[in-house]
Each structure stands twice: as C-alpha cells, then as structure tokens.
C-alpha cells in the first residue's frame, strides 16, 4: 500500500489568498482522489502588529502601495474567486488586520485532539464571514468551542502562553526553509508551491507527483 501524499500547508488566517488557495486544492484532491494528509503550519504575516490592529484597508495600502482603487478591485476579485469556492468573503470598511501568535497557539493545542484543521476552517469564516476579533482570546476561546473543543482549556492556553515556545520553533523552521510569503504549500517534503494556482494547476501537480510515485 502506498503512502498518502504529504501536503504541508504554511499559512496565516489573516490571509485571504491561503483559504483561496486551500479551496482550490481540496477541489484538486477531490477531482484526483489522490490520497493524502494535510499538515498546517503557522506564519505571521504581521508580527510587529500592535494589539489593536490595523484597518485592513490602510495595512495593505501601506503595505502594498496600492490605491484605494486597486485595493477594492483585489478585494472584488477575492470575493468573486470565493463565491465559486463556497467562501463568503463579506470585506467591510471597518475590517481589521491582527497579528496571530495566539491564533497560531491555539490551532497548536488544537491539533492534540486531531481538531487542527477544523478549527483553521472556523478561524477562517469567524474572520472573513463574520468579522470577529481574532486578537481578542474569548473570540479565540468562543470559535473553538463552537466547533466542540473545551472552552475553558482554550482560554487557559492563551492565557499561560504554554505553546508560545513551540509555536516560535516552527515559525523560525519554515522562515530558515525561505518562506517569506502564504500560502507556502510543499508536497511530498520536497516540491514547493506558492500562491493560490487555481485548482487546474494543483490537479496538474498531483497527477505528475503520482505519476511519479507510481
């Protein structure tokens, strides 16, 4: 029996282009049933945020040096892009950007139980769809135990900061590999793929990978 396809995705919940880009793959997968398993590691796309964030509108025309127009045009796109996806990107002109060490800590603790993915999904949609406070721990705490995690172990993870350590380890291994951009996608440990590439593209790179394992 062969093994399944090692995917290891490095991405940040802020970033729109990594739920794109996930969407796209799970739909590559689905097309190609190549057996798989999914790893999710954590980078920060905005490590020197302050607690109270940034408008996100004035982060990536910052950022970017891109105009007000460009940035609603790219907001456009993604929300167009998302719809197809089955993402309901609801951009406001009040949405902030938040930095996401404790995000990351918490997705840590929540891979323990097996949950790792399902609370990057609920990160995602408490983000983009609803709007909710990801710098905020009781917004943390509220979306896991949505999704059946113990809340009030939730909270005390982020109030303690014990996967801090952990959490730093790995963000500094996938920066070491040269990650300075999500999503980072790397199949079978050693193909790297960057950005979003729709999911004719990653159906390509499948079906070349399992015809090379093959």
């Known amino acids: ?18 739920i794109i880009g996930y969407r796209q793959l799970a739909q590559a997968l689905d097309a190609t049933g190549v057996a798989h398993e999914v790893h999710w590691h954590p980078f920060e796309l905005n ?4 607690a109270e964030g940034q408008n996100t509108r004035e982060h990536i025309m910052e950022k ?3 105009t007000p127009e460009q940035s609603a045009q790219s907001r456009a796109q ?33 891979e323990t139980g097996g949950r790792k993915h399902d609370l990057k999904m609920a990160l995602f949609t408490a983000h983009f769809t609803d709007g909710r406070d990801l710098s905020d ?21 982020l109030d303690d900061q014990r996967f801090a350590a ?11 590999q040269g990650i300075r951009g999500v999503p980072a996608v790397v199949f079978d440990r050693q193909h790297l793929v960057t950005g979003a590439q729709g999911a004719e593209n990653y159906k390509s790179i499948l079906t070349q990978l ?5």
């Open 1 to 18: 029996m062969t093994e399944p396809l090692r995917i290891d995705i490095v991405s940040d919940v802020m970033c729109p282009w990594c």
């Open 47 to 50: 490590p020197d945020m302050p």
């Open 64 to 66: 970017y040096g891109s």
């Open 78 to 110: 993604m929300a167009a892009l998302g719809a197809d996806l089955g993402i309901d990107f609801r951009f406001t002109e009040d949405m902030r950007m938040h930095n996401t060490f404790n995000t990351h800590q918490l997705l840590h603790w929540a």
């Open 137 to 157: 721990n009781a917004v943390l705490a509220d979306v896991a135990g949505e999704i059946g995690l113990d809340r009030e172990e939730a909270l005390a993870v």
């Open 166 to 176: 952990e959490v730093r380890k790995s963000e500094d291994f996938w920066i070491q």
């Open 210 to 214: 399992t015809q090379k394992a093959g």
